[in-house]
């Protein structure tokens, strides 16, 4: 059952990373979830790092059954855990929007990533470590464009707290993906997509263009109109630059 089981460690060099190791000793079992004050080599989206302070923010991994899910569908994962994310900033009094394909933004401040790797089966994800990294009582983010519960709130909050709700979460919207209703997980994904259907600037291999961003492909490429035609994007392909 999801979140069953949780641990807590002081340190480590990636909670993923954690979850992937006891993967391969054969000593998780799905629904785990590990958490860290710390990481020493934070994974970001496209080889980036994820920076936090030690003890400041919830370093999250959950070692999920994906039921079976066939590969095709692996966004549907990325939908999944951003609109829980979502929805627990919500239950905090926070209302914030998801950049493509799997930042989540407060007034256009980055408050958390997601990193999600699958186990695959030939064309079945067997499973997934799902990583989710949030900024909670940090406040100083240097140059990054950046926010935090604490910012936000005006008050420290308990990550443990945190952790419950987002367990809550995460539960309660399972409950779709295993219905298999995949059609409402769009439909909430694009009613908190950051700029659908605003002209807005965005860059590519040939440079800046204006584009408006129409929606989301099943395989998680980005639909985008631009000179009257829609142009799929994938996440190594385009840059968003502002919006108009
Ligand atoms: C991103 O926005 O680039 C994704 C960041 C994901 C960070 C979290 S923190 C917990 C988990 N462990 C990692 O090494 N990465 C994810």
Not at 17 to 46: F, W
Not at 50 to 68: I, R, V
Request: proline fraction near 1%; glycine fraction near 8%.
């Amino acid at each position: 059952m999801l979140g069953r089981k949780i641990i807590q460690i002081e340190c480590c060099d990636s909670t993923n990373n954690y979850v992937a190791n006891l993967l391969s000793d054969g000593k998780i079992e799905y629904g785990t979830v590990i958490l860290s004050d710390m990481q020493t080599k934070g994974k970001g989206q496209r080889g980036a790092s994820w920076l936090s302070n030690p003890g400041e923010n919830l370093l999250f991994s959950l070692y999920l059954d994906t039921a079976n899910l066939s590969v095709k569908n692996q966004f549907v994962l990325t939908q999944y855990v951003s609109i829980s994310v979502v929805h627990v900033l919500e239950k905090y009094g926070l209302s914030s929007c998801v950049k493509w394909p799997n930042d989540i933004l407060i007034n256009g401040k980055k408050i958390a990533g997601i990193l999600i790797e699958n186990q695959l089966q030939g064309s079945t994800i067997v499973g997934s470590i799902v990583g989710i990294g949030l900024n909670v009582n940090q406040v100083d983010f240097g140059e990054l464009n950046a926010t935090s519960l604490k910012l936000e709130k005006g008050n420290f909050v308990s990550i443990q707290d945190f952790v419950f709700s987002l367990i809550n979460e995460l539960k309660s919207f399972w409950k779709i993906v295993e219905s298999r209703n995949f059609d409402l997980l769009e439909k909430y994904y694009l009613s908190y997509l950051w700029l659908l259907n605003e002209e807005s600037i965005f860059s590519d291999h040939n440079g800046e263009f204006v584009g408006v961003i129409r929606g989301v492909e099943k395989n998680g490429k980005l639909k985008m109109e631009r000179d009257s035609k829609i142009i799929n994007y994938d996440l190594k392909e385009i840059k968003f630059k502002s919006s108009m």
